[in-house]
């Protein structure tokens, strides 16, 4: 109806409504299919995904990854190729037939790790019905043992080496694969958030060096990997932690292409990885550390990109900042550098954390992704919620105190901030901040802080912002990760969702809830942008193959049924 529509403003869909239930929602006039779920075969010689043992051992590297996140779509030649991240596993879906999903043998485990990591697949359409190209050439798994090169200043550096690579240069596998992104020369970049519960300690009394602790890494694990592989035992291998924690860069055109760790982007729980070009070419990766009480990132490459030049050396050589968000509105990116902070390139890239703290970054509520505008110069990072903001630090961590871009203590909403760079300039090394959104509950608050920003209403509440996304038009695209249970605090929010912003006028529409349990995560768009992708993690309700079948995480393309262009 055309109230409805005009109420829509810029963004030429009515709004759906709230969900509780275990499918997905999409406004009307437009469609959703499955494009891909965990377990479905990228190769025929893959075995059918079985729901009573949770798929098959000896093909899991050869078909789709569990809980899909960050994902990319590259246009090579007429062929589209999405590079996809798989985050983590449940183990209790892996290996069904375990108590409680434990790995009970170096099988197990393997299964567990071929599971994770990336997938590159090509996709086709047909009839407006999108596939996975079985058997495509450019089809390829990456996995938890896929070999690696380490490049930047802490390529080679005696706490990268291990006795299986005394070269410090050469590692295996990439870990908690979270959010992505697209470098300018069309390469992907996934980003190890998560890897310090891979690692584990069969010697229970091992004794921790001290930057363990900041990161996390401790005697027990989550998957218990370090009883049938000892890569994953630190009292083993006290340095194999070390080589994780990057963002690695993977050419989805080249399957035979070795991924790099790019280690000049630092090492920390990255999230995604939100490249742009300065205006005079250099090369900018904003990047958020997502635990509470870490930082925001920015890379700037020394060097500049020249389309159709070399890019060699573009994310090995550069600076490494961090933010620095003043209450008035001002702000700085603080340089972490030999002199800023006492410690070496290699060191700094190696425990980008500890040099952050010694230049007196600002602690935030948990950086999820960061968003590039393309039509103005402006980015946004999602600040999911921080349950100790203001009332408990981390592990070694800094101060959290109320203030600047983190307002609310105990902060069980999130916000969005927003930063202006100077002169328009992503080089410049100050800038201007303010809030897009600052999410809440206005039916259960009134007007306490808690109630969120005057952009958030009854009709559009969501909690706990994570991936994000720009759209060519300048539309921001909103997904959240946050409590579904539509009660308390989060009564009126429902499920999972995807939201569009518009910048200029700060409004807000929900565009798609998810089944319960699950998070939306990862969001991409067909080359001719008539198909939007969208990633749905970790599903508690029966989805998509009903009652009695194991969930699966999945990828849904979503379309207008006029075929009209989204975003
Ligand atoms: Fe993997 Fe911070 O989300
Ligand atoms: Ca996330
Ligand atoms: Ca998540
Ligand atoms: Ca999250």
Redesign the pocket.
Known sequence: NSTAVQAAGRFGFTPVGVATDATVHVPEGYTWDILVKWGDKLFSDAADFDHVTGGDLATSDRVFGENTDGMELFAIGDKQIIAVNSEYVNPKLNLPQNQDGKPTSADDVLKLQNLQGVTVMEVAEEGGDWHVVVDSPFNRRITHNTPMKISGPAAGHDLLKTDADPSGTESLGTYNNCGAGKTPWGTYLTCEENFNGYFGSTDADLELPADFKRYGIGVESRYDYEKFDARFDISKNINEPRRAGYIVEIDPANPDATPVKRTALGRFKHENAACTVARDGRVIVYMGD?ERGEFLYKFVSNGVYVPGASTDGLLDEGTLYVAKFSDDGNGEWLALTEETTGMSQAEICIYSRLAASKVGATTMD?P?WVAVNPVAVEAYCAL??NKNRGVKTNAGGDETPVGGPNPREKNNYGQIVRWYPENDDHVSSSFKWDLFVMAGNPDVHGDSPYAGSSNINSGNMFN?P?GMMFDTSGLLWIQT??DYKNEGDFAGMGNNQMLVGDPATGQIERFMTVPYGA?V?GITWSADKRTLFVGIQHPAAPFPDGEGKLARSCVVAVKRSDNAMIG
């Open positions: 997502d948990r999820e999911t919620n706990s994570d990760d946050g998070e995560t």
